[in-house]
């Protein structure tokens, strides 16, 4: 046999860099995905494009970087601060008057019953005498805590044990082209009664 034949070998062992074989992989990739893309713009397009995204910024989320741009004020002004809702208001009620167990507070019962309501009474004012009696008491009340603040004793008001009804005049419907006659007080002669 000659040099020139030589014989395959037997086993062959060859090991490569495996990060050269990547980059040329993506070498060969990339080199055939150029894509150019042509688009004719109006710039009255690109402008309302433009303002609208602005706008889907402020109202989808783009949150505290909105306030950076520089015509944030002008576009979205500021809201005014939510008023505070005073608990307080003037008001009054009637019920029967009660004393606590411990004999320092007042309490009304509304003629309801559906609650009480703590009074805070002028010191001038003695309740003691008034315990158990139907009051009127008209002052500011607090909703939050349901208390009823009486500025003065004039406020206050005893009322008869049980609320009398007012009696209403019967509401008679009648066409508008019918005359109701009401009695006077000075009685009239009729012109036949008075040719009789």
């Not at 990060?19 to 402008?47: C, D, G, H, R």
């Not at 009696?133 to 607090?142: E, L, M």
Request: proline letters at 10%; aromatic letters at 8%; zero cysteines.
């Amino acid at each position: 046999m000659a040099d020139s034949e030589k014989d395959a070998p037997l086993v062959s062992f060859q090991i490569t860099n495996p990060v050269a074989y990547l980059k040329n992989w993506w070498n060969k990739v990339m080199a055939s995905q150029a894509v150019t893309i042509k688009i004719p713009v109006i710039p009255a397009v690109l402008i309302i494009l433009f303002l609208s995204g602005l706008v889907s910024l402020k109202t989808f989320g783009a949150g505290p970087w909105a306030q950076y741009l520089p015509f944030h004020e002008v576009l979205w002004p500021p809201t005014p601060p939510a008023q505070e809702i005073s608990p307080w208001r003037e008001t009054a009620f009637t019920g029967v008057l009660h004393q606590s167990l411990d004999g320092k507070s007042f309490y009304l019962v509304t003629a309801s019953q559906s609650e009480a309501i703590t009074l805070e009474v002028p010191a001038n004012v003695e309740l003691i005498k008034l315990v158990n009696r139907r009051i009127f008491a008209a002052g500011s009340f607090n909703q939050e805590t349901n208390v009823l603040k009486v500025r003065e004793a004039a406020s206050m008001e005893i009322l008869p044990q049980r609320p009398t009804p007012v009696p209403v005049s019967p509401n008679i419907a009648t066409s508008s082209a019918e005359i109701i006659s009401t009695p006077s007080a000075v009685p009239t002669v009729s012109s036949a009664s008075a040719s009789e």
